[in-house]
């Protein structure tokens, strides 16, 4: 079974600086998408940034970009010019290729930014 | 509107009560998940729909937890004779179809219902 396992259970950045959020997986396939998800405190889960497994090269939007290394199992995201709405719990999550379509997360990081 | 809803988005039951939380998915969106996401951990996926059928309830922790989606657009997750185990946040999401690549395979989450068994 597939599993996400984010280390960093609390980080803190300063406002405009630079965070790096950690995410580890492990499985045994090699067609897979990667997601990280925001959910501020009204608990809506929104889409920060996705990577499709057979794309080397690694996703960005805006301030967010990741970086994808398939061999180590590694989906870091990094959040640049941080600003004081970033500050959320964010989610590492895991989704087949295949039939199983349902999403793995990790525990989750929460992320605080300070003006 | 144009997003998930959810309700109700905050829910107290007793100990043995029954209880049916409910999930609007976006109009015309084929897929649809129920993840139980417990305090201060991530999502868990209970089980999900392509259109009326209930393809994968491989989540579901007991048989006290049914799915429907009778007509494949609103789905209802019923928690029979509760218990404080049950006590957590039920995230319903939406996907415009189960297979693809592109924005297609990306799922909309709801707001999520807030259960809390007393």
């Known amino acids: 079974a597939q599993t996400v396992t984010q280390s960093q259970p609390e980080m803190s950045v300063q406002e405009a600086e630079t965070v790096t959020l950690s995410c580890t997986y492990d499985?045994?396939?090699?067609?897979?998408?990667l997601f990280w998800y925001k959910q501020p405190p009204s608990r809506q889960m929104i889409l920060v940034i996705r990577?499709?497994?057979?794309?080397?090269q690694n996703a960005t939007e805006n301030r967010f970009s990741v970086n994808f290394q398939k061999a180590a199992k590694s989906f870091s995201l990094k959040i640049s010019d941080s600003q004081l709405g970033d500050a959320a719990m964010y989610f590492c999550a895991y989704r087949s290729a295949g039939n199983n379509n349902d999403m793995r997360f990790g525990a989750g990081t929460r992320l605080t930014v300070k003006p | 509107g144009a997003g998930v809803s959810q309700s109700p988005r905050y829910k107290v039951a007793k100990r043995g009560q029954d209880v049916a939380l409910r999930c609007d998915p976006i109009s015309g969106h084929v897929s649809l998940f129920w993840y139980q996401q417990a305090l201060g951990q991530g999502p868990e996926f209970l089980t999900y729909f392509q259109n009326e059928a209930q393809l994968d309830k491989s989540g579901l922790p007991s048989d006290r937890f049914f799915a429907e989606r009778p007509e494949g657009s609103v789905s209802t997750l019923k928690i029979q004779r509760t218990q404080q185990e049950d006590s957590a946040v039920y995230l319903c999401?939406?996907?415009?179809?189960?297979f693809g690549g592109g924005a297609s395979y990306e799922q909309y989450f709801g707001p999520g219902t807030r259960l809390t068994v007393t």
């Open positions: 499985t045994s396939e090699s067609d897979y998408y």
């Open positions: 999401a939406s996907s415009l179809v189960l």
């Open positions: 990577q499709e497994a057979y794309k080397q």
